[in-house]
């Protein structure tokens, strides 16, 4: 038979400990992330619909994004047990340098359009955290701007090849002349992919106002104020332009880009350099051969080719054939730090994250880039401890078995 009783105050006190409230809301919101899905959520409350759906969204049916993402869900992870995990190095050297987290941030176009401080936010939060930041040509904030944001940090140039060759190369100079360390050649956009939804909601640039877009802006004034009482909208690489995301891009992506024109770029260029957008292993091998300093497997984020191969697939294979001779990167899916992990094991020596650092972006400016940050770190450590690993150069490939979901037929 339980005794009951009348509890003592002095027996309540320690289980009734309150917490001091939070009274900013941006770091209550913050800290209430506990996962990128959770800064997505309040991204997409304190962003318009067209920004957000163009950083959300990729190409036609979004086969290719839900794929990628799929692939990272579809693995299980292989735990040694009884291992001194007390301290984990979630550092290494990556194109000779080393960085302190095994991902850095992609490079993102139209930036400040999801949040004013754009590319600024991105670059300090990722030097603060003792990784790179990737600069898109498209991007919203010059080159010249970035490097000032980050003096000390690690920022890498993203280049399309435009048809005006000659203005291309004047951004590799500028580039090279601000310090930044390493180029990245995208080679997956001879002509732009099928954006749907930018088509559906209008998504222009400057941004164009309809009854909807006012309508959807309603319950969002801070967005509006941000855009409205800033720096108007410029661009790395542009002066002007006027008219949708997919003519800009179609006006100056090159279809004729060939293997020549990368080798001509490697030539002028004093850094490092990346080729982005890697899709088969035979292109894996062949620009191995022409002693690229790395390759970034990646389907664009699904954002070009639908149905396009799913990176994450890839890597095992093109690792086995190239790893040996240039490093190997990842994009495209990457949700959380688990997914990180599984790549490292995979032979990935280094990931980039674009919609994941938007998402923080979105959600509170630096601060939210800053957030996104601390989850992945959080999440990478977590996972290596309990996989029973110390450092990524113990992370082997029997940590982890890719299910497969999407067999081809014979």
């Known amino acids: 038979m339980v005794k009951r009783r009348f509890p003592r105050p002095k027996e309540l006190a320690p289980l009734m400990r309150f917490k001091t ?40 049916g979004e086969l290719s994004l839900a794929r990628a993402r799929q692939a990272f869900s579809d693995i299980e992870f292989h735990p040694a047990i009884l291992r001194d995990v007390s301290q984990v190095d979630t550092g290494w050297e990556v194109l000779g340098e080393r960085v302190a987290l095994p991902f850095g941030i992609a490079p993102t176009g139209f930036t400040r359009m999801m949040h004013t401080e754009g590319e600024v936010a991105g670059a300090s939060a990722a030097a603060a955290a003792g990784i790179p930041f990737s600069l898109s040509t498209m991007g919203t904030t010059s080159i010249e701007d970035v490097r000032a944001a980050a003096p000390d940090g690690r920022n890498w140039f993203q280049l399309y090849m435009w048809k005006d060759r000659e203005r291309s190369m004047q951004l590799v100079e500028r580039a090279a002349a601000a310090g930044f360390d390493t180029l990245l050649v995208t080679v997956d956009v001879p002509v732009a992919g099928a954006r749907l939804r930018d088509k559906r909601n209008g998504f222009s640039i400057p941004p164009a106002l309809t009854v909807g877009t006012i309508v959807n802006a309603i319950p969002r004034p801070w967005w509006w104020w941000d855009f409205l009482t800033t720096e108007p909208l410029a661009f790395a ?41 890697v899709q088969t292993v035979d292109d894996a091998k062949r620009l191995t051969s022409l002693g690229v300093d790395g390759i970034t497997l990646s389907n664009h984020g699904g954002r070009q080719l639908d149905r396009a191969p799913i990176p ?23 949700m959380s730090g688990a997914d990180i992990v599984a790549s490292i094991a995979l032979g990935a020596r280094f990931t980039l994250i674009g919609r994941a ?13 800053d957030r996104a940050i601390e989850i992945l770190r959080g999440e990478i450590t977590r996972t290596m401890k309990l996989l029973g690993v110390r450092s990524l150069d113990e992370l082997e490939p029997h940590h982890v078995t890719q299910l497969q979901r999407l067999i081809p037929r014979g």
């Open 357 to 369: 650092y938007l998402y923080g972006l979105m959600a509170g400016g630096r601060e939210g880039v």
């Open 237 to 277: 690489s542009l002066s002007s332009w006027n008219g949708t995301v997919g003519e800009l891009l179609d006006a100056m992506f090159d279809p004729t880009v060939t293997y020549d024109d990368l080798k001509w770029i490697k030539e002028q260029w004093p850094g490092k350099l990346v080729v982005k957008g």
């Open 21 to 60: 409230p939070e009274l900013n809301g941006k770091k209550r919101r913050l800290q209430g992330a506990l996962t990128i899905a959770d800064l997505r959520a309040i991204a997409q409350r304190r962003t318009p619909k067209a920004p957000f759906d163009y950083t959300e969204g990729a190409a036609e």
């Open 312 to 334: 994450f697939h890839l890597l095992p294979e093109v690792v086995r054939e190239v790893g040996k001779d240039t490093e190997v990167h990842l994009d495209t899916g990457i």
